[in-house]
């Protein structure tokens, strides 16, 4: 089992920066690829970023490219989600979610094993 807390969000003006961090406990953080998803009232879940077990390969939804950040810290046992430049339509409740396995498949979000409960995210415009 791993168990994984969201924290950092927040209400930010447009234009403005959050960091989310994902601190995991239970079983091997290193082994598990990491991905960042988001839902806005009245929509699905859709993917946001996600990085490899070992931290060597990220992927990042077009909505967010050259804005969203992610990385790992497997010392610690978390990830984190740098946002820069937030617009309104960023705003929704952010999930991190683990993969055990190779990374593949890692915009997909029943391909994940474990989710946190969320964070919110406000930008106001």
């Known amino acids: 089992q791993v168990q994984l807390v969201e924290s950092g969000g927040g209400l930010v003006q447009a234009g403005g920066s959050l960091r989310l961090s994902c601190a995991a406990s239970?079983?091997?953080?290193?082994?598990?690829?990491m991905g960042w998803f988001r839902q806005a009232p009245g929509k699905e879940r859709e993917f946001v970023a996600a990085i490899s077990w070992r931290g060597d390969s990220t992927d990042d939804a077009d909505s967010v490219k050259g804005r969203f950040t992610i990385s790992r810290d497997n010392t610690k046992n978390t990830a984190y989600l740098q946002m820069n430049s937030l617009k309104p339509e960023d705003t929704a409740v952010y999930y991190c979610?683990?993969?055990?396995?190779?990374?593949?498949?890692?915009?997909?979000?029943?391909?994940?094993?474990?989710w946190g409960q969320g964070t919110q995210v406000t930008v106001s415009s």
């Open positions: 239970g079983r091997a953080f290193s082994l598990y690829n």
């Open positions: 979610a683990a993969k055990s396995g190779p990374p593949v498949r890692l915009r997909v979000s029943t391909a994940y094993n474990y």
